[in-house]
């Protein structure tokens, strides 16, 4: 079940057919199949992350921390993105949402919090979050956002996106660095005036309204927060009649179309901020 903090897996989920050729050429890498038919199916995840690089860099105090990265097949200087995965950790669904970012132009990093663990049931994926502190959080995102900005085939400009407990940490690192971009999906943004005062990027936020946990009373505190700080012009918000992690293919609350609307609402959002 989902909570506060993240989702359990679910088993009644809605079927997602695909043709088996258009299977089977995918994991031969001659096809390429729509983002939620990957995530859907274990195998095609793994096939899409197998494609990413393991990187690993010191951090501002020396520890030294894991990203996955997809790199774009261009000549050209690309717009960088930091993915911050759900409370169950680096899983192959995140890693292949970097590799369908690579091929749409981006540098993606899908940040390691965990240090190479992940959850596969919710007391585990508990246990881990608790492991991440708001210090320890901060500077793992920090270090990667400056690798990114000084990478040899960035732009210089990068944005951070994240689910659940990665939505709350995308806005957790634009207010600890300045990024050009902050995408949450349905992440915790129960902030002060004071704490939002450092927030320098536009905000995209992508919310459910039978969400019980990352409700209407927190987003809407969040937005008069960010009002009294003067920061509610940068901040575009949509609702969706959708339950919490509607976009994660692999549960059971997940909703086709509205998780296609807010893909689309997002890329154009990128795009704009990061060209």
């Known amino acids: 079940m989902c909570n506060l903090d993240g989702c359990g897996n679910q088993q009644d989920l809605p079927e997602i057919k695909i043709d088996p050729e258009q299977r089977r050429l995918f994991m031969k890498g001659m096809a390429t199949l729509p983002l939620a038919s990957v995530l859907a199916f274990p195998e095609l995840a793994s096939a899409a992350a197998g494609g990413l690089q393991d990187v690993t860099i010191k951090t501002a105090s020396g520890n030294s921390?894991?990203?996955?990265?997809?790199?774009?097949?261009?000549?050209?200087?690309?717009?960088?993105?930091?993915?911050?995965?759900?409370?169950?950790?680096?899983?192959?669904?995140?890693?292949?949402?970097?590799?369908?970012?690579?091929?749409?132009?981006?540098?993606?990093?899908?940040?390691?919090m965990y240090g190479g663990e992940v959850a596969t049931d919710a007391p585990g994926a508990m246990s881990l979050m608790k492991t991440v502190t708001p210090e320890s959080g901060t500077e793992i995102l920090s270090a990667w956002v400056d690798w990114l900005k000084?990478?040899?085939?960035?732009?210089?400009?990068?944005?951070?996106?994240?689910?659940?407990?990665?939505?709350?940490?995308s806005l957790n690192a634009s207010l600890a660095t300045s990024v050009d971009a902050t995408v949450i999906y349905y992440g915790r943004v129960n902030k002060t005036p004071e704490q939002l005062a450092t927030l320098n990027s536009p905000v995209l936020?992508?919310?459910?309204?039978?969400?019980?946990?990352?409700?209407?009373?927190?987003?809407?505190?969040?937005?008069?927060?960010?009002?009294?700080?003067?920061?509610?012009?940068?901040?575009?918000?949509?609702?969706?009649?959708?339950?919490?992690?509607?976009?994660?293919?692999?549960?059971?609350?997940?909703?086709?179309?509205?998780?296609?609307?807010?893909?689309?609402?997002?890329?154009?959002?990128?795009?704009?901020?990061?060209?």
């Open 65 to 112: 921390v894991t990203a996955s990265v997809a790199m774009p097949k261009t000549d050209e200087k690309a717009p960088t993105i930091i993915l911050i995965h759900e409370w169950w950790g680096l899983n192959d669904q995140i890693k292949a949402v970097a590799a369908e970012f690579a091929k749409l132009g981006y540098i993606a990093v899908a940040v390691d």
């Open 150 to 169: 000084n990478h040899d085939d960035s732009n210089g400009k990068v944005a951070t996106l994240g689910w659940c407990f990665g939505g709350g940490w």
């Open 205 to 275: 936020g992508h919310f459910g309204t039978l969400d019980k946990s990352i409700n209407k009373e927190m987003v809407n505190g969040f937005l008069e927060s960010a009002k009294t700080a003067g920061k509610d012009e940068q901040i575009l918000t949509y609702w969706y009649n959708a339950d919490h992690a509607f976009a994660n293919p692999t549960g059971s609350r997940y909703d086709a179309d509205d998780a296609s609307l807010a893909w689309e609402r997002t890329l154009k959002f990128l795009s704009a901020h990061l060209s």
